[in-house]
């Protein structure tokens, strides 16, 4: 049963060009969520969270966007980088729950071109 | 300024033998957690540790895997007898006391039974 889905395995975009990631959930207990990076051979890293009150954040060039009614969010990365090709999770928690309990999508490839 | 130290990087075992997987949290971190990632999927949640103490393996398989955090030295996740199925990379993250959503993810160790 996925919780978090990634539909999208992998995105190719060009080097200056908006990158938008997408990731659904059907869990409605789930009330953060947040975005991992992972590079090969390395652990993922945090890139950015969204809590449930607010339908953005924004921290730099990446922003997250909420839309609770159709439990879906998005990561929007502009300009994007070469540096950005890497694997997107998107992950969710049940903040009143089990907040420690981070549930994962399978990931997006993401390959920027130069 | 070490993060999350995961050995071995690469483990190799015939099935029936046990691994034994080590975590070094960040400095400081009283929290570990361990996720594991199967081919073609996202990190599933296995279990939560404090400082000797368990604090939730809801997502350990109920068998041959087991772990822990003693007072002093790393962590340890331990599986088995193990089987091909077992075959994955293990994340191993960790946090400070109270919560931070940012977990710090380790390189993983990447288990291939044979």
């Known amino acids: 049963d996925q919780q978090v889905k990634q539909n999208s395995p992998s995105l190719s975009v060009q080097e200056g060009r908006i990158s938008i990631l997408n990731c659904d959930y059907t869990n409605s207990m789930f009330d953060y969520f947040l975005w991992y990076k992972k590079y090969p051979a390395e652990g993922p890293t945090f890139l950015i969270s969204i809590s449930s009150i607010k339908d953005k954040n924004e921290d730099g060039r990446f922003t997250v966007f909420l839309n609770k009614s159709a439990k879906h969010l998005s990561l929007h990365i502009v300009p994007s980088q070469p540096g950005d090709s890497a694997v997107y999770f998107c992950?969710?928690?049940?903040?009143?729950?089990?907040?420690?309990?981070?549930?994962f999508g399978k990931g997006t490839l993401l390959t920027v071109n130069p | 300024n070490a993060g999350v130290m995961q050995n071995p990087r690469h483990l190799v075992r015939r099935r029936g033998q046990e691994a034994r997987l080590r975590c070094s949290p960040v400095?400081?971190?009283?929290?570990v957690y361990w996720y594991r990632q199967l081919p073609e999927e996202g990190l599933k949640f296995m279990v939560y540790?404090?400082?000797?103490?368990?604090?939730?393996e809801s997502g350990m398989p109920k068998e041959r895997f087991s772990a822990e955090f003693p007072k002093e030295g790393p962590s340890i996740l331990r599986i088995q007898q193990v089987v091909r199925g077992d075959s994955a990379a293990y994340f191993c993250a960790s946090s400070p006391p109270g919560w931070d959503e940012k977990l710090f993810f380790g390189s993983g160790t990447q288990l291939s039974v044979l």
């Open positions: 540790l404090q400082k000797e103490n368990i604090i939730d």
């Open positions: 992950a969710a928690i049940n903040w009143g729950g089990s907040n420690y309990k981070l549930t």
């Open positions: 400095k400081g971190h009283s929290h």
